[in-house]
């Protein structure tokens, strides 16, 4: 049996999730804790936030997230990407930095505007 908490809300519900009885979830107050407790077990996923350097004089970073949740396992090479990328100003809220980031189909996208 596999213990987690769930994140869905702040209930903060306490799963069990049982591997050998095909990732059976209990303790989950509603369906959204029964799908997170499967995928969390059998395939993690979250949103990864970050910033990239930007040549801006003023705003030296502009802080970024993944537009969906993105698989555990490829965290460090979404991150290598991230690391990888330079700036010029202006960028706007929403824009994408990078496309399909390590290959998830995910886009980095900017989280603010930055001007100049
Ligand atoms: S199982 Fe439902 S009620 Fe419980 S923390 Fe998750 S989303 Fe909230």
New binding site residues.
């Given amino acids: 049996m596999i213990d987690l ?9 306490r ?1 069990q999730v049982d591997p050998d009885h095909d990732y059976a979830v209990t ?8 799908t ?2 499967r995928e969390e077990v059998i395939s993690p996923v979250r949103i990864v936030t970050s910033t990239v350097r930007l040549t801006s004089e003023t705003v030296p970073r502009l802080p970024v997230k993944t537009d969906r949740p993105v698989p555990k396992s490829v965290m460090f090479q979404v991150m290598d990407e991230i690391n990888r990328v330079v700036l010029n100003p202006p960028v706007r809220l929403g824009q994408p930095v990078i496309s399909d980031v390590a290959g998830t189909g995910a886009d980095v996208v900017a989280t603010r505007t930055v001007t100049a």
Avoid at 5 to 13: D, Q, R, S
Avoid at 27 to 34: A, F, L, Q, T
């Fill in positions: 908490i769930c994140i869905c809300c702040p209930e903060g519900c799963l303790g989950n107050r509603c369906p959204r804790g029964e997170y407790g």
